[in-house]
């Protein structure tokens, strides 16, 4: 606490406890990138095109959804709802992370094939160290971990929407076409 917390930093590096817990939040985080390649993908790709409103979106998030599930809470239908939103705030909370480490990744060294889990591992790898690397920084490990979650709320949030808004809008089904008229037999 007193080398960790109080000077703004949440990794102290001579603590051996510490990189247990940062090497197991990696192994969790690598799995899960490989798993949910596509939704990972979809949130690195949202916060590269629009960082500003990813950051934007985090923060609407966090701000809207204590008062929005207590009004859930108070309802005795929204009530059976409520632990399904904490946990998909929480999966949205880690994918989220998990985008934004492999959005870091990929400014240092570009991904050549979107769907190549190769590379997308790598991207992964490199922006975890970054990122772990900004954590053991004093006062900017804080700013990074507050910056990192929003991010990842925000893009995960974003990026969900935008494939809810695809699989909504199916485009209308054009009619049938008529099956060619016959000849038509007359009588001589």
């Known amino acids: 606490f007193t080398r960790g917390l109080l000077w703004g930093r949440l990794i102290v590096p001579d603590l051996a406890w510490i990189w ?3 090497g197991i939040a990696f192994l969790i985080g690598l799995v ?4 949910f390649d596509r939704q990972v993908a979809a ?5 590269v095109q629009r960082p500003l409103s990813a950051f ?12 929005l599930l207590i009004i859930l809470a108070a309802s005795v239908i929204g009530l ?7 946990v998909a705030l929480i999966v949205a909370k880690i994918i989220g992370k998990i985008g934004v480490s492999r959005a870091i990744g990929r400014g240092v060294i570009a991904e050549d094939e979107s769907g190549n889990r ?9 922006g975890f160290a970054v990122i772990v690397l900004a954590y053991m920084v004093p ?8 910056m990192v979650g929003t991010f ?22 054009a009619p049938a076409p008529q099956p060619p008229a016959g000849p038509t037999s007359s009588s001589d």
């Open 20 to 22: 247990a817990i940062v």
């Open 118 to 126: 190769a590379q997308s591992a790598r991207s992964y790898v490199l």
């Open 139 to 146: 006062i900017i490990g804080i700013l990074t971990y507050l």
């Open 152 to 173: 990842g709320l925000g893009s995960a949030t974003m990026a969900f929407v935008a494939r809810w808004r695809r699989e909504r809008s199916v485009p209308p089904v």
């Open 43 to 47: 949130c690195a790709d949202t916060l």
């Open 32 to 35: 899960l990138n490989h798993l």
């Open 80 to 86: 059976a709802v409520v632990p399904f939103a904490i």
């Open 56 to 67: 934007l979106t985090g923060l609407l998030v966090m701000m809207v959804s204590g008062p």
